[in-house]
């Protein structure tokens, strides 16, 4: 009888081990989760640092905000789960973004990815190698042709029509008086992919639009000295310059400009005018300076306004970006919620069959995983950046810059 008791108990103990065991692919698992990880990686440093600082501020906000109403709620884990992020800076370099994206996915364990900064730096490096790993990659600030061209399976991307932005001077040109509007536009984009492909649709539009450039060329990332360049544009008398490049180097462009008395009416930047610190570089120097932009917080948007006041009164300064980022995660949280796990292919399939509310509005994402938002134009005026473009969504009229001595 004590024979049989003892294999009665062993028997018990045996399927108590076996069980703990493989708890793992049980849902006892599921009740260890106590949080979910959100890795991203950014340039902190490097030449695109000032548009990083801006980035890691939205995505943290966002998360700061999600957490404050208990976090996500998962319905795999039945509870709401909290977010952490986790930065792993790129250094404004595409090997390096590729490797840190590697390690938030395999030494950090991240259940989701966030997007980097810019097409050939951080964002495309990243989709890469979340590709490899089947980890979702959730971005945005990054050109649709590129990002469609590798025909990616695990990313999503939420970002302007080139075509439109590269429309927008032109529709600003046009709303001048004709004897106010720009004769001799130079185009001068940096020497990357994305300075090409923004280079080849400024020439169809300038054509659609009725202008010609009087000087196109590309620039070189991160020189010392552009001056050969601004004098041959001011021998060729060149009134007004569309530009293509990184905050540092677009800063010591105009700072080289008022050093050779290169005075046009007209400058706009893409991609390097429109960080904080182009202002607080600058200074009153960088006053009529347009920049591009994806958001303002006098957009009429829910929650558009207070994101733009509380990231003023952290910064004492504005942006035009952060409404972008901060707008992804929306996205992100309430894409989790309704697939109700943190599987990748499942959050990205919700993301797909999802119309969203965010800071940016609605959002939509198509078949192929692109959602889109008007690309804006600001001009900077007085360490603020006045939107001017959309026409509908501002009051502002542009103001056409004097000569640097005249300023």
């Given at each position: 009888m004590k024979g049989c008791i003892a294999g009665i108990l062993k028997a018990g103990l045996l399927v108590l081990v076996c069980g703990c065991l493989l708890a793992p692919s049980t849902g006892l698992a599921k009740e260890v989760k106590k949080e979910i990880l959100i890795g991203t990686n950014l340039p902190l440093t490097g030449i695109l640092a000032m548009a990083g600082v801006e980035q890691q501020w939205a995505y943290q906000t966002a998360v700061d905000d999600v957490n404050k109403t208990g976090g996500v709620f998962v319905k795999e884990f039945g509870k709401k789960l909290p977010v952490r992020l986790i930065v792993a800076d790129d250094e404004s370099d595409p090997g390096k973004a590729a490797a840190a994206v590697e390690r938030l996915i395999k030494m950090d364990k991240v259940d989701l990815l966030l997007g980097g900064f810019a097409a050939p730096f951080g964002v495309i490096p990243g989709c890469i190698t979340a590709e490899k790993y089947k980890k979702y990659y959730h971005t945005t600030i990054c050109l649709i042709p590129p990002w469609l061209e590798h025909k990616f399976k695990w990313s999503t991307l939420f970002f302007f029509d080139l075509v439109q932005a590269c429309s927008v001077p032109f529709e600003i040109w046009n709303t001048l008086p004709k004897d106010q509007r720009p004769k001799k536009p130079a185009l001068i984009m940096e020497d990357t992919f994305d300075g090409r492909a923004f280079a080849g649709i400024f020439r169809e539009q300038a054509k659609k639009h009725g202008y010609t450039f009087a000087l196109d060329e590309p620039w070189a990332v991160g020189a010392k000295d552009y001056s050969a360049q601004i004098i041959k544009a001011k021998s060729l008398g060149v009134?007004?310059?569309?530009i293509f490049g990184a905050d540092t180097d677009c800063i010591t462009f105009v700072r080289q400009m008022k050093e050779n008395k290169l005075n046009v009416i007209y400058f706009h930047g893409w991609k390097g005018t429109w960080a904080g610190e182009f202002w607080a570089a600058l200074g009153k120097e960088a006053q009529y300076v347009l920049s591009d932009g994806f958001w303002s917080m006098d957009f009429p948007f829910p929650g558009a306004r207070q994101l733009g006041e509380r990231y003023y009164e952290k910064f004492k300064k504005y942006s035009v970006s952060i409404g972008a980022t901060y707008?992804?995660?929306?996205?992100?949280?309430?894409?989790?919620?309704?697939?109700?796990?943190?599987?990748?292919?499942?959050?990205r399939q919700a993301v797909l069959a999802t119309e969203f509310q965010t800071v940016m509005g609605k959002v939509k994402y198509d078949a192929n995983g692109v959602a889109t938002f008007v690309s804006t134009a600001h001009q900077w005026w007085d360490g603020k950046q006045m939107t001017v473009y959309p026409f509908n969504w501002t009051k502002y009229k542009i103001k056409l810059a004097p000569p640097w001595d005249k300023r």
């Open positions: 009134d007004a310059i569309l707008g992804l995660c929306q996205i992100l949280w309430q894409a989790i919620e309704k697939a109700g796990t943190l599987d990748s292919a499942k959050v």
